[in-house]
């Protein structure tokens, strides 16, 4: 149990469907993230939520939309998306910036 | 921006010591960390250097220099359940946690 639970592990979605991907953190953090993360690349930085605004939007396509409704739960609402979106998307979690990321699971994403 | 750098991949024996370096360029700094990747697995966080010099927890040391924009991390005592990803991370001055391309370590026996 690492305290933040993502959900679906696994998703395959079409090119036209629209999804959404769901995080949840049990450890009273106050800062949420979102990750992608391909083969041969770094992780990437996509979204930064501090109590509930957005303080990072690190130039992702408007196919990608984050929602964060409270300090524990953060969505990535998905729609059109394209193959080359196809990676693990992790969601994390830290207290303050100078404290840790606590990680999620990740969902793996297909887009077929 | 950031530009943070770190071998693609390293090969050690069981029971030896082995240094990663991590080489970074920023805009603000609020700390180093580094984390470990085994596949198919979350990175979970191995430690933290905000200032200069040596942190050590167990088997695992971080050093920092800021004035070099240099980190590294030392694995002693190597066992083959340490080969995994090693992922250097810079914090800037806001929230953002930015991450090297990882080294991949392969242990053998």
């Known amino acids: 149990e690492t305290g933040v639970t993502q959900t679906p592990r696994h998703l395959v979605m079409g090119m036209t469907n629209k999804k959404s991907l769901k995080c949840e953190q049990h450890?009273?953090?106050?800062?949420m993230y979102w990750y992608k993360q391909s083969a041969k690349k770094p992780l990437e930085l996509m979204f930064v939520?501090?109590?509930?605004?957005?303080?990072e939007n690190n130039s992702v396509p408007s196919r990608f939309s984050p929602e964060c409704p409270n300090s524990s739960h953060l969505f990535l609402h998905l729609h059109t998306l394209q193959p080359e979106d196809s990676a693990l998307y992790l969601c994390?979690?830290?207290?303050?910036?100078?404290?840790?990321?606590?990680f999620g699971n990740g969902t793996r994403l297909t887009v077929t | 921006g950031q530009n943070i750098d770190q071998p693609t991949e390293m090969t050690a024996t069981e029971g030896a010591i082995v240094q990663i370096n991590c080489t970074y360029q920023?805009?603000?700094?609020?700390?180093l960390f580094w984390y470990q990747q085994h596949a198919g697995e979350a990175p979970t966080f191995l430690s933290y250097?905000?200032?200069?010099g040596l942190e050590e927890k167990g088997r695992f040391s971080s050093f920092l220099s800021r004035s070099k924009g240099y980190s590294y991390l030392l694995l002693k005592e190597l066992q083959m359940k340490d080969s995994a990803s090693y992922l250097c991370?810079?914090?800037?001055?806001?929230?953002?946690?930015?991450f090297g391309k990882g080294t991949s370590l392969l242990v053998t026996p």
């Open positions: 994390a979690s830290r207290r303050a910036t100078n404290s840790p990321l606590h």
């Open positions: 450890l009273g953090h106050n800062a």
């Open positions: 939520y501090n109590f509930k605004e957005q303080t």
């Open positions: 920023t805009s603000g700094f609020n700390g």
């Open positions: 250097n905000v200032l200069d």
């Open positions: 991370a810079v914090s800037n001055s806001g929230y953002a946690l930015n």
